[in-house]
């Protein structure tokens, strides 16, 4: 399995209060994505970085803001949470774009 | 707007059959077209992959089809077991922009023993 280490891995917290992300990988993979799954919505990138401080939007990226300040690690935070971020958030990684993206094993954030 | 379209949304079959299921992509220029097994409480795991270039790719029991003229693909899951049961996504990517990766919304699989 690909080394990707997602944390905390389950949160419970209220509405308004801030949240961060972490997403450690050990494969020195250039990219890095954060992805939100919801039951029937498959999965829908956040954002994603191709690099140290390089970091992009992805389709849903309202509300959410990251981080890379070292290739193995990717932070993702929600600065005033709202319940409609409640989801389980994935992490992945990839060598390249042209190929597989490997997945943590997710954080599963409730916001009340 | 959704970019891949994946069917069914569920799907029962009895040990020892074939599963199939179904994409549909609109961008033809996507360009690497992976299947993800996800189990409960887990993150999706690469299945199988195919690019535009061949029109089949086989691994095991797990077969990819693909059609690009109907801009199709599809899993197929030879003598199913109860230990596929789980939820499969497909997915498209087009190189080289990470940011246009996109999921189909998954079918669930349930093989009866």
């Known amino acids: 399995d690909a080394g990707i280490t997602q944390s905390p891995r389950h949160k419970v917290t209220e509405t308004g209060t801030p949240v961060t992300l972490r997403c450690h990988q050990t494969?020195?993979?250039?990219?890095m994505y954060w992805y939100r799954q919801d039951p029937g919505h498959g999965l829908r990138l956040i954002h994603y970085?191709?690099?140290?401080?390089?970091?992009d939007k992805g389709e849903v990226s309202d509300g959410y803001s990251v981080s890379r300040s070292k290739t193995e690690d990717f932070l993702l935070t929600l600065e005033s949470a709202t319940s409609s971020q409640t989801s389980v958030y994935f992490c992945a990684i990839s060598s390249n774009t042209d190929q597989p993206q490997h997945f943590g094993d997710g954080t599963r954030l409730s916001i009340l | 707007q959704q970019q891949v379209k994946q069917s069914p949304q569920s799907l029962i079959v009895q040990k020892g059959g074939i599963s199939i299921i179904n994409c549909a992509y609109e961008?033809?220029?996507?360009?690497?077209f992976p299947w993800y097994q996800q189990f409960p409480g887990k993150g999706p795991a690469l299945l199988i992959a195919?690019?535009?270039?061949?029109s089949e790719k086989k691994e095991g029991r797990f077969t990819i089809s693909f059609n690009k003229s109907a801009k199709q693909f599809s899993l197929h899951i030879m003598d199913s077991q109860p230990g596929d049961s789980a939820t499969y996504f497909c997915?498209?990517?087009?190189?080289?922009?990470?940011?246009?990766?996109?999921f189909g919304d998954g079918t669930t699989l349930t093989v009866k023993p």
């Open positions: 961008n033809t220029a996507f360009d690497y």
């Open positions: 494969e020195n993979h250039r990219y």
């Open positions: 970085s191709y690099g140290v401080k390089d970091t």
């Open positions: 195919i690019r535009p270039d061949v």
């Open positions: 997915a498209a990517f087009l190189s080289p922009n990470a940011g246009k990766s996109t």
